[in-house]
């Protein structure tokens, strides 16, 4: 890799009062949702040109709010909450954009870590610090849990052709698990690697392979054949590793405590760190049409326009 993509940032977001544990902007539509610390779940309108914000609107929540995903096949935002709970939104665009609550249920007992969707089946499914992965069918209302290890569960994502979920777990290890059967989940394999917890899963539906980002400062690429099975591992961190993106087939985003940002190519499995696109501890990564969206310590919200 002979330099870094080019990038800009668009917009950076103030107002919170904690720690931004998700956000997401939709930038056909000029929307950016975020959720912190401060028990608020907030949307903004981005004015990129001016590199401006306005807030929309700000709904307080019971508990803290710990993560966040969009569905776009519907337009709905799942929040997950430190007790356990998962809140859902709808984004109504009529007159003034604003979230509209659609629901809630508890599947856990502890902080949701992580959420996946399976538009599909209709289906949310979530892990936690109680350990447990759980599989909501939003439509019909049934629920299942499986208990998957005997550590804290900190992320997650789905193989979607193979209805596969991957948990990462404190316990520097990842769980394979088989939802095909919704109402049966069955944990298939355990793979150890890592020589610190695991703290951001990405699978590659397009290359069938999985990337795993530990608190060993380290990410490992998975090939996904009848199992996992290690192959390289990517190194340029100097702390532990907290969020990751595909932002292409080839290119890969990464950030940590260290509080930089690198850029693997996955083709030589060479490195670059980006310069000057963070000074505080990166919390989360989304991306949507070419747009990185970020929270984290510094209790802004930022996003970088890049040139794929």
């Known amino acids: 890799m002979a330099e870094a993509p080019q990038f800009h940032e ?5 107002g919170h009062k904690g720690d931004v544990n998700g956000a997401y902007y939709l930038s056909d539509l000029n929307l950016c949702v975020s959720i912190a610390e401060d028990k608020t779940i907030r949307l903004w309108r981005v004015k990129e040109n001016e590199q401006t914000f306005i807030q929309l609107q ?13 569905n776009n096949h519907d337009s709905t935002f ?3 909450l430190k007790s356990g709970t998962i809140l859902f939104f709808s984004l109504d665009m009529t007159g003034t954009p604003r979230l509209v609550p659609n629901g809630d249920f508890e599947p ?22 109680d350990k447990y992965l759980t599989v909501y069918n939003y439509q ?36 394979s698990v088989d939802i095909s059967n919704e109402t049966n989940p069955v944990v298939l394999a355990e793979h150890e690697g890592h020589r610190g917890s695991i703290r951001s899963l990405i699978f590659d539906r397009v290359e069938k392979r999985l990337f795993s980002g ?8 998975w090939a996904v054949n009848d199992g996992l099975q290690k192959g390289q591992i990517l190194m340029g961190h100097q702390k532990k590793i907290k969020a990751m993106l595909l932002l292409r087939d080839n290119m890969l ?3 940590g405590d260290d509080k930089k940002f690198f850029f693997f190519d996955l083709d030589d499995n060479t490195h670059v760190e980006c310069q000057g696109i963070s000074r505080s501890n990166i919390l989360n990564l989304s991306f949507h049409e070419g747009y990185v ?9 930022h996003i970088w326009k890049f040139d794929l």
């Open 108 to 129: 856990h007992r502890n902080r949701v870590t992580a959420i996946a969707i399976d538009n599909e089946r209709h289906l949310i499914i979530s892990v936690s610090r």
């Open 78 to 80: 799942y929040v997950g």
């Open 58 to 70: 700000m709904h307080q929540t019971a508990s803290h709010p710990s993560c966040l995903v969009y």
């Open 214 to 221: 530990s608190f060993d400062n380290t990410i490992i690429c």
């Open 10 to 14: 668009v917009c950076k977001i103030s």
């Open 253 to 255: 985003l990464s950030t």
């Open 140 to 175: 019909d209302g049934s629920f299942s849990r499986l208990y998957v290890c005997s550590a804290w569960l900190s992320c997650l994502t789905f193989d979607t052709d193979a209805k596969i979920a991957y948990c990462g777990a404190y316990n520097r290890n990842i769980y």
């Open 293 to 301: 969206c970020s929270g984290g310590c510094d209790k802004i919200v």
